[in-house]
């Protein structure tokens, strides 16, 4: 089945630090570059971080220092590592896998409370 399950997410306070996971299926996830989005209320979503298939990465300028974006080619499953987590970084998160099919996850709530 071609999917991207995701894990993680949930409410922290401003400071703290949280990890989304996305796993592949169906997909040659190594041959894959994967994205990192979210979309806050009211607001576009936008892209946060991004690893190519050589693992090369590059975040927005908001998270960067910030945000971690990583991946495991054995599992099939892309992180995204978050500290110092401000409230303007509550959205929901999405990771996408940039091929043909246009993949997303289900969706990540991410809520930093202040």
């Known amino acids: 089945q071609v999917q991207l399950v995701q894990s993680g997410g949930g409410l922290v306070q401003a400071g703290g630090s949280l990890r989304l996971s996305c796993a592949a299926s169906?997909?040659?996830?190594?041959?894959?570059?994967m994205g990192w989005y979210r979309q806050a209320p009211g607001k576009q979503r936008e892209l946060v971080a991004r690893?190519?298939?050589?693992?090369?990465?590059n975040v927005t300028a908001s998270v960067k220092g910030r945000f971690t974006i990583s991946r495991d080619n054995a599992k099939n499953t892309v992180y995204l590592e978050m500290n110092s987590l401000k409230p303007e970084d509550t959205a929901v998160y999405y990771c996408?896998?940039?091929?043909?099919?246009?993949?997303w996850g289900q969706g990540s709530q991410v809520t930093v409370s202040s």
């Open positions: 996408n896998a940039e091929s043909s099919l246009d993949l």
């Open positions: 169906g997909i040659i996830f190594s041959l894959t570059a």
């Open positions: 690893i190519t298939m050589f693992g090369s990465t």
